[in-house]
């Protein structure tokens, strides 16, 4: 919902507006490439929309984009999918992500921080030095441009200098986090066929350590493609046979030679959660991702060389790749190894101030933890240096805006984004200089035509509808693997409206500019014709004290009806007695409306999440419409899969 309050939360003063490195591209973009000089953001933006080659050209001059042979021109063809980016050039990412090191060589390019808080720089050089070291062994290994190379790695600085130099070679970057399962990692791995892994023998969280060797050892014996495998003792134990020494390959002094690649060649590979079957493995490009970067952390996160660059991640998250790519600013990369709330659930905040953080990113749940915890971060803490707090993962409910302002500092920028692994991008968000409406999204990113459609593809206005993208964005995946005609592709995005991206979110783009969103759009409740998002639900109900967490769920009955359960997860000490069903009843009807009280109220043991932390929808119910646990869910994806025996148990009590 937009809120009713027309009078914003925060806006930027005239001084941070002048300083914002967006106003000084669109100045420099007024003069030399006919951006308008006048109307601020949203005539930027609908300039980047409308002169869409133009905008491209201007963001690779803008940040000095080093192409080796020369483009032919922007975009060779823009039909989606296949819009053709920079015919004809050459370049290299890693050579990009490592620019910074002649003017700052012994500044820290990382800061590599654990459950101890305490954070351990890497420089530039050294950064630098152990890729050039380590692309050097991968080229050894006969690791050539276009092979695979995998990471079963936590978020550690080993991490980065193996995709950088797995970009440097021309090398295609895949990761997971040791917290996943091997049957997870395998669903990822086996489809692309590595030829070399990284992998650690353990990881610490929680205070605890946890071994994983024996998942290393599962993953040797079912990637038959393995040339290599490289051992980092992160929890100090031996190599185990055939397994290459970490140290060994990052201690030569060796300048990094950059594989000079086609614009569309492919950087990484990332995964669909795959809650209802084989995670997609989306390709995305050196240069797409290259600049898709540049505009999204130079411009709109306002990012350069006296920053320090913050997100709470694992390496199995796309936002994981989107922090490495600070580097590409020149900005100083934060990796929290740990759990997010150990000791304490403030845990983040003493990261964020420890490190000095500029931009501090979060999840939306991890921001609602605190305010449900009584978490003071603005009083504990000093956190004069953080500019902005952003958050993602789910919409941040309009009481965590609010908290954000009132427990972290007034003059706070509070960037809640959303885009997706798909584009391993946001399609809108943070913008400097544009003030924030509580519950809502800044606005569209720049060079994204996002609107939000009808049914029949008629754009609506104060009103939700499908999130769609009408042109492409250089960061969108050339291909999903072994997908040879493209199909899957096509039917993910492009089968709603030919030629069009349908994320499948629902949104309200608002007649301010700004956007909000209200949950995924598959798993949409549907009463009596009337369309709502969960989110909106969750964040009325989880106000409640009582309430942990809560799932709702709309069902289609064989019959015709409709079934629409709220599932909660009570906080300890808390029942549902006849009074907390009333409350949360009346807390929905009274917020929201009388077509969004469930039909039921059920107590559970607990939401299911993905291993990115989104709690599960389609799948629980797919469960209560009757589909066998193994046909409903993957798995493999899942944080909980007892828990899911409750939903399935609960169908079949009901049936």
Same mark, same amino acid.
């Given at each position: ?292 970067? &540049? ?156 609107? *939000? ?96 967490? *809560? ?18 997860? &009570? ?85």
């Amino acid at each position: 919902m937009t809120s009713a309050n027309p009078s914003p939360l925060w806006q930027p003063d005239a001084e941070r507006i002048a300083r914002a490195r967006i106003t000084a591209f669109q100045s420099w973009a007024a003069a030399h490439h006919g951006a308008p000089a006048e109307g601020g953001y949203p005539a930027l933006h609908r300039w980047s929309v409308d002169e869409l080659e133009t905008f491209w050209k201007a963001v690779t001059e803008w940040f000095d984009v080093r192409f080796s042979t020369p483009y032919t021109r922007v975009l060779g063809d823009r039909t989606m999918p296949g819009a053709e980016w920079f015919p004809g050039a050459t370049l290299n990412y890693a050579e990009h992500a490592l620019r910074a090191t002649d003017a700052r060589a012994e500044e820290p390019a990382l800061l590599h921080v654990d459950e101890t808080h305490e954070p351990r720089p890497v420089t530039w050089s050294e950064l630098r030095r152990q890729v050039g070291s380590l692309s050097a062994e991968l080229r050894a290994l006969g690791v050539r441009p276009g092979d695979r190379v995998s990471g079963y790695l936590p978020n550690i600085p080993q991490a980065v200098v193996a995709l950088l130099a797995t970009a440097a070679v021309g090398g295609v970057w895949t990761s997971c986090a040791p917290d996943f399962g091997a049957r997870s990692v395998l669903d990822r791995f086996q489809q692309v066929e590595p030829v070399v892994l990284f992998t650690v023998d353990g990881y610490r969280y929680g205070g605890k350590e946890h071994d994983r060797r024996d998942v290393v050892a599962e993953l040797r014996r079912e990637l038959p493609t393995l040339r290599a495998v490289v051992h980092i003792p992160l929890l100090g134990t031996e190599a185990p046979e055939g397994a290459l020494e970490w140290s060994a390959l990052t201690s030569a002094d060796v300048t990094p030679t950059f594989e000079q690649v086609p614009f569309d060649h492919p950087l990484w590979v990332l995964y669909s959660s795959g809650t209802t079957g084989l995670p997609k493995a989306l390709v995305q490009s050196q240069g797409g991702i290259l600049v898709e970067h &540049l505009k999204q952390l130079g411009l709109h996160c306002d990012l350069g060389p006296e920053d320090r660059f913050f997100w709470y991640t694992s390496t199995g998250w796309m936002m994981w790749n989107f922090l490495v790519s600070g580097l590409l600013t020149g900005t100083t990369v934060v990796l929290y190894d740990g759990s997010p709330g150990h000791p304490d659930t403030g845990a983040q905040w003493r990261v964020a101030e420890r490190t000095g953080a500029t931009l501090f990113g979060t999840s939306a749940a991890y921001v609602m933890a605190c305010r449900k915890a009584g978490v003071h971060p603005g009083r504990d803490h000093d956190l004069s240096r953080v500019k902005c707090v952003g958050t993602t993962g789910s919409p941040l409910p309009p009481d965590g805006f609010r908290w954000l302002h009132d427990e972290v500092r007034e003059d706070l920028w509070i960037a809640s984004v959303s885009g997706g692994t798909d584009v391993c991008s946001c399609f809108a968000g943070a913008v400097p200089t544009l003030p924030v409406h509580i519950g809502e999204l800044q606005a569209p990113g720049l060079g994204t035509d996002l609107q *939000s459609w009808d049914p029949s593809g008629k754009p609506l206005v104060d009103e939700v509808g499908e999130l769609v993208v009408t042109n492409p964005m250089p960061s969108m995946p050339i291909h999903f693997w072994n997908d040879p005609d493209g199909t899957r592709y096509h039917d993910s995005y492009f089968d709603t409206y030919p030629g069009v991206w349908r994320h499948g979110d629902w949104i309200t783009l608002t007649s301010r500019g700004s956007v909000v969103i209200h949950g995924r759009s598959d798993s949409t409740l549907n009463r009596q014709g009337v369309r709502m998002g969960s989110a909106d639900i969750y964040e009325a109900v989880e106000r409640l004290p009582e309430i942990k967490e *809560s799932l709702v769920i709309g069902v289609e009955q064989p019959d015709g009806g409709y079934w629409m359960p709220l599932f909660v997860q &009570l906080a300890p000490g808390a029942t549902l007695d006849e009074a907390l069903l009333t409350r949360i009843k009346r807390t929905i009807r009274e917020q929201l409306s009388p077509r969004h009280v469930p039909d039921e109220v059920i107590e559970v043991p607990g939401v299911p999440h993905t291993l990115t932390g989104k709690r599960i929808e389609v799948p629980v119910k797919r469960l209560l419409q009757g589909t066998p646990l193994e046909k409903a869910v993957n798995p493999g994806s899942v944080d909980n899969l007892d828990l899911l025996r409750f939903y399935e148990n609960l169908a079949r009590e009901r049936a």
